[in-house]
């Protein structure tokens, strides 16, 4: 089977399409024959040499998540079938013709989308019902702010926090990002090179945020959040270290928290599908949410995939097709 490896750490050219042996499940595994894989900012920050991949996973394919078709079972499956049409969210690997993944990780294509869509959603959907859901505890009527609203990652908050009664404000860096936003169901779009987030929303103050960013965004953020706010990092690429008041966490009640979900074992990951499937799967099937999905690729022009990524003008997210 064919598969796109990172030869070493580097730019775009470091990818390159080769052939491997094939895949055999494990009893509780699927082997799916993958239609489309999804490009994600952590790939990206892999393939840099800056986001090492769990030990027990491919270290050199990356990819996080897959749409394709189940074509074997491994003796102890139950929920899924060979020919059923999935979606999955993996450890590492997903850059390949096949996949081999544990069934609970699995779910089943929505109606109504096709693999590149489908291919779209697990990374961005799981990440964020764990954070802003289920760490952040939102609730209808709370107000969360997103950094990053044309992200894969943001797109998908907006797009939940709104079908689920709660206000969105997030923050862009052009106005036509700020548009599309607003199309999605963002109340308010802060661009973020022109306007400081944190004086545009000091007076109304926010209850969750959503964070990417750290460094400089780290005391802003503090700044507005109202008090019992929750600050979730999910990432931290203005910068790792901050200084923190404990006096302000204290009186403001606040929570800090964050995580990364590709390390976390099949067990979480089964029961956070469960969560998305019960919570996120109707609002697509409905039409609530939409998939955005920005250009797709041949699998053989993975660099310029990726280059598209890097250059950042993309709102949604960038896919790889293996048809
Ligand atoms: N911890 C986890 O489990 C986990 C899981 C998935 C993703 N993530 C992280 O989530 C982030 C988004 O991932 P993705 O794949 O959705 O990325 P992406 O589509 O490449 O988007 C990156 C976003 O960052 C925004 N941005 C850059 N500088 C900014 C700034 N100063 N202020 C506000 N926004 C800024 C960009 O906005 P403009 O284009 O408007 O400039 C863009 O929307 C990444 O950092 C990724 O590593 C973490």
């Known amino acids: 089977m064919k598969s796109i490896i990172i030869t070493q750490f580097g730019g775009p050219d470091v990818l390159k399409v080769v052939n491997v042996p094939n895949l055999d499940t494990l009893k509780n595994e699927v082997l799916i024959e993958v239609k489309a894989s999804g490009i994600n900012r952590s790939d990206i920050l892999q393939r840099e ?39 999955a969210l993996l450890s590492g690997g997903g850059y390949s013709q096949f996949v081999t993944v544990n069934e609970g990780q699995c779910l089943s294509v929505p109606s109504g989308l096709g693999f590149i869509e489908a291919a779209s959603l697990p990374e961005t959907i799981f990440t964020v ?45 052009s106005k036509s990002k700020a ?26 103050g926010v209850d969750v945020i959503l964070d990417m960013r750290g460094g400089d965004y780290f005391q802003k953020n503090l700044n507005i959040l109202n008090k019992e706010g929750r600050l979730i990092h999910i990432n931290s690429e203005g910068g790792d270290k901050v200084e923190l008041s404990i006096w302000e966490i204290m009186t403001k009640r606040l929570t800090i928290t964050g995580s990364t979900l590709r390390d976390r074992d099949y067990r979480y990951k089964t029961q956070l599908a469960n ?7 109707s609002l697509i099937e409905s039409g609530c949410f939409k998939p955005v999905v920005y250009k797709t690729f041949p699998y053989w022009d993975v ?21």
């Open 303 to 323: 660099i310029e995939a990726h280059r598209c990524l890097e250059k950042g003008e993309h709102i949604g997210k960038v896919m790889l097709s293996w048809d």
């Open 129 to 173: 019902w764990s954070n802003v859901f289920e760490r952040g505890h939102i609730q209808s009527g709370e107000t969360l702010l997103v950094h990053g609203g044309s992200s894969g990652i943001g797109i998908t908050a907006i797009q939940i926090a709104h079908a689920l009664g709660i206000k969105v404000v997030t923050t862009v860096g």
């Open 49 to 87: 040499g800056k986001y090492a991949a769990p030990a027990e996973n491919s270290i050199i394919i990356p990819g996080l998540e897959v749409a394709g078709v189940i074509v074997a079972c491994g003796s102890e499956v139950t929920r899924f079938k060979i020919g059923d049409k999935v979606c």
């Open 179 to 204: 548009d599309f936003c607003y199309e999605l169901g963002a109340d308010l779009c802060i661009n973020y090179k022109i306007q400081d987030f944190e004086r545009e929303l000091k007076n109304e």
């Open 275 to 281: 969560a998305v499937y019960q919570n996120v799967w």
